[in-house]
């Protein structure tokens, strides 16, 4: 079985729970979906820090600022998921210092190669549902705008309760639909419309535009924030909480491991 059947399959017991509802205008069946998420984060590696531009790095800031809130401090060991070009894994080194580590994974080989201008540190490829890492070795596992692309979150949680050290914090940034109308709509129209259109025109790039759609449909079909600390608490963390950072951008989602009685 290669790792992307192995990922595909992950969690495919009776309390699988799948970050979001299907796109078959993307993927026709299920199975199919990590293999076309992989390949469309490797054919759009190498615009991935433009799209970031747009936003004038602010996401860069903000994921440091939330990791040094969220108690991240010098001489810390953090694992980084889905380290895409380490949006996240940077603002961590500069936190952690020379005293500390930072491991970054990533199943997308074009992002791993993209990383290496921002990032200097060890990195695996691997999948959030299988990571390929000895258990109770963390303080923190950090993973930046990515929970929606694994195929169970529960799944996911385990390995990240897994591989913390008893105490460890788990920290999650993710996209945030408003749930009142007029809320959804405006942000449908900026991410469905307007940043599609501004990443095209940036980037040049069409699989860029389609990343970027692709993105905004995720968000939407998304389960909700609640079934996502629900599944969190189940995989055993306690302390699972969510907070909207930016209403129609960002989420945040901390917890903790428990420390043995
Ligand atoms: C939007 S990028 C996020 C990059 C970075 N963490 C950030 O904060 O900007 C999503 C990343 O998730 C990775 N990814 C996709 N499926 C994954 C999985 N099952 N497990 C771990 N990472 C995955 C992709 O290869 C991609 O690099």
């Known amino acids: 079985m290669s790792e992307l059947d192995a990922q595909n399959t992950a969690g495919a017991g009776p309390e699988r729970v799948p970050p979001h509802t299907p796109l078959p205008q ?123 692309h694994v195929s169970d979150l529960l799944a996911t949680f385990q390995e990240y309760l897994r591989v913390l050290k008893p105490g460890g914090t788990l920290w999650i940034l993710e996209g945030h639909v408003p749930t009142s109308r007029l809320g959804h709509q405006l942000t449908r129209f900026m991410w469905a419309k307007v940043i599609p259109g501004m990443t095209l025109v940036s980037t040049r790039s069409r699989d860029a535009k389609v990343l970027m759609d692709f993105y905004w449909d995720t968000v939407e079909k998304c389960v909700p924030p609640q079934t996502i600390v629900q599944s969190i608490s189940d995989a055993g963390f306690e302390q699972a909480r969510y907070k909207v950072v930016l209403p129609g951008a960002f989420c945040e989602y901390t917890a903790r491991k428990p420390l043995p009685d």
Not at 80 to 90: C, K
Not at 116 to 138: C, M, T, Y
């Open 26 to 148: 993307y993927y026709d069946t299920d199975p199919k979906r990590s293999r076309y998420v992989i390949d469309l984060f490797d054919r759009t590696a190498q615009h991935y820090d433009t799209i970031e531009m747009l936003f004038l790095n602010g996401g860069i800031w903000y994921r440091r600022f939330s990791l040094r809130r969220a108690g991240l401090r010098r001489g810390m060991k953090v694992l980084d998921v889905a380290m895409g070009t380490a949006a996240v894994a940077r603002g961590a080194s500069q936190i952690v210092g020379p005293e500390g580590r930072v491991i970054g994974v990533d199943p997308s080989r074009g992002m791993i190669r993209a990383a290496r201008k921002n990032f200097q540190g060890p990195v695996s490829q691997g999948f959030a549902e299988h990571l390929p890492i000895a258990g109770d070795r963390f303080d923190f596992v950090t993973m930046g705008i990515a929970l929606r």
